[in-house]
């Protein structure tokens, strides 16, 4: 603002809004990234069959499997209801399985105390939003 009082009235007049219109573009931005995200990450459960939760504990969140439906890509692979996913957040799971379509991967769950690794052959999916960041 010190640098604006120095150039004068005319220029803060055109300044100001600017600095408006660029705050509500970032926002903007910022929430259809998240709303883009939660529809990619929503038609990815949808065709894997699977849905998670993440309640927070002393140690951090954990991501939690609370559904698995039979039949289905994640059922085939071995993962089951109550399963703990061993990664950092539920993002690394969909770029995981998003960037892998057509290849196995694998991915460690935490299953009554025991470490198991779960293999999933991908299928290519139908993903109406391919290039979403899944930052959160």
Do not use: C
């Amino acid at each position: 603002m010190i640098i604006i009082r120095k150039f004068g009235l005319n220029v803060k007049r055109i300044i100001d809004p600017s600095l408006k219109i660029t705050g509500i573009i970032l926002i903007t931005i910022f929430f259809m990234e998240g709303t883009l995200s939660l529809i990619t990450m929503h038609q990815v459960n949808r065709q894997l069959g699977f849905n998670y939760a993440t309640p927070e504990t002393r140690e951090g969140e954990l991501f939690i499997i609370t559904r698995v439906d039979k039949g289905k890509t994640m059922d085939r692979s071995g993962l089951k209801r109550n399963d703990e996913v061993q990664m950092w957040n539920t993002g690394d799971l969909y770029r995981l399985l998003m960037n892998n379509q057509g290849k196995t991967v694998s991915f460690q769950v935490v299953r009554d105390k025991a470490k198991i690794n779960i293999y999933v052959k991908v299928p290519w999916m139908k993903l109406p939003l391919r290039r979403v960041s899944l930052k959160f």
